[in-house]
């Protein structure tokens, strides 16, 4: 059929729009196709930017990953030239410490008026004093360290608070101030030394603080928990200091009657090292107060069903001097290189009616002692002797040696936890310098009578 034979105006215009849609659609096509292609050379170049962009990217991650393990490298490095001085540190500034402490109480003896003997004392008080802010000072930087780590036992809670309180009664009596105790007789899965040392901080902080009225430490029983509360009727503390006050150096108003050196140092270390220690136990550590209506400390620990013996330094806490004892005639072998030491030792035994004899290394020891003729009632060594020999070495080459067991302490400024397992494992008592005169004196006494 030809455009002649079409007469209808309708039907042209009908095909006529069917030819015009097909043509707009071949265009779209047309279109459609050239915009797929547009975004196929977009997409195209967006990816080679991101990876660009990614290979940067790695680059610079291995480049960090690379300083960072310089990083670590030497902060591990640091960290063991910080470890082995600490260790250093304790021994180095205990020993002349321990030197003058010993040497005081020497002293102590010879007076014979009053007045010598409070001036006496008032230096003993003060050696005290210096040697418990060491002491914090050393701990602060061996829990920063990590060089002290929790040796976790089943620990009771009685034992610990009747030694605190020998030392810290006298104190609290002295300003006026009645410290009493209601505990119940549990355990907690602690470090017996590290939860000492927290308690005792929080209890020597609640007597510094307490003008009036007296201190009170007790025991709750909570579920699996036991919360140990030191209870104050102290000045208080505000409430947008409770936080603050476990900062290092934060200090409150002192109680009015705070003026002598037994109360603490002073430096506002206390709480800071309760907090280092509690974290360290995986503990908590809580306090509720109020201006003007005291204080309440709390620890709270897990409990633990099996009683742990006291051992160690702890347990010459809990020893008694019997009354009429004495160590005269008494045969003692002093193992310590340390001038001072030993110097503070002999005047120390020749003041108590000892028999001793000195030796500074292992071979001296040995030489020392004679199984026939001279045989020690009691051992007293250090652990760094001279030539680099070491006092448990020493002890034990000693015990092989002697015909019967003698009685040992090891008292020395290295308080790892590798010495003290060392004097467990050879049975032999281990005590911290600087030593008090009248807790050796204790302790040896202790020693002879057993083994006698």
Not at 6 to 25: M, P, S, T, W
Not at 75 to 94: G, M, P, Q, V, Y
Not at 281 to 308: M, Q, T, W, Y
Not at 309 to 338: C, H, M, Y
Request: net charge neutral; with cysteine.
């Amino acid at each position: 059929m030809s455009l002649s034979d079409i007469d209808d105006a309708a039907r042209l215009k009908k095909i006529n729009a069917a030819l015009v849609d097909r043509v707009e659609q071949a265009m779209d096509q047309q279109r459609n196709a050239f915009s797929l292609f547009q975004t196929a050379i977009s997409l195209e170049g967006q990816i080679r930017r991101r990876t660009d962009e990614l290979t940067s990217a790695l680059r610079r991650l291995e480049e960090t990953n690379i300083e960072l393990a310089r990083q670590k490298d030497i902060s591990e490095r640091a960290n063991r030239s910080k470890t082995e001085f600490l260790a250093a540190a304790s021994h180095d500034i205990l020993q002349p410490l321990n030197a003058a402490q010993l040497t005081i109480s020497s002293l102590h003896e010879l007076q014979v008026s009053d007045q010598a003997r409070a001036m006496v004392n008032q230096v003993e008080r003060s050696l005290d004093t210096m040697n418990e802010l060491l002491r914090t000072l050393l701990d602060i930087s061996r829990l920063d360290a990590g060089v002290t780590t929790p040796r976790f036992t089943s620990v009771p809670i009685p034992p610990i608070l009747d030694s605190l309180l020998s030392d810290l009664r006298p104190i609290a009596e002295k300003k006026g101030l009645r410290l009493r105790v209601a505990v119940t007789n549990d355990c907690v899965y602690t470090d017996r030394v590290m939860l000492r040392r927290a308690l005792q901080n929080l209890i020597a902080n609640a007597i510094r603080y307490t003008d009036s009225g007296g201190v009170l430490i007790g025991t709750r029983r909570r579920g699996d928990d036991i919360s140990i509360e030191v209870i104050d009727t102290g000045s208080g503390i505000p409430e947008d200091q409770l936080e603050k006050i476990f900062e290092e150096f934060h200090r409150g108003p002192l109680s009015r009657g705070d003026g002598n050196a037994d109360t603490g140092t002073g430096l506002g270390l206390g709480l800071a090292i309760v907090r280092r220690l509690v974290t360290a136990l995986k503990h908590d550590v809580s306090v509720r107060s109020s201006p003007g209506h005291g204080s309440v400390f709390r620890i709270k620990a897990k409990r633990s069903e099996a009683p742990a013996e006291p051992t160690g330094a702890e347990r010459t806490k809990l020893i008694a001097t019997p009354v009429n004892a004495s160590l005269k005639g008494k045969k003692i072998l002093v193992i310590e290189n340390d001038p001072a030491v030993l110097e503070a030792m002999e005047g120390l035994l020749a003041t108590w009616g000892c028999i001793y004899r000195i030796a500074r290394s292992c071979d001296q020891t040995l030489e020392a002692v004679d199984a026939v003729s001279w045989v020690p009632d009691l051992i007293i060594a250090d652990h760094h002797l001279d030539f680099g020999d070491l006092g448990t070495s020493t002890l034990e080459k000693l015990f092989e040696l002697l015909p019967s067991r003698v009685p040992a302490i090891l008292a020395t400024a290295d308080a790892s936890q590798g010495v003290i397992d060392r004097a467990r494992e050879l049975g032999v008592e281990h005590l911290t310098k600087p030593v008090k005169p009248a807790q050796l004196r204790a302790l040896a006494t202790h020693l002879i009578n057993k083994a006698g």
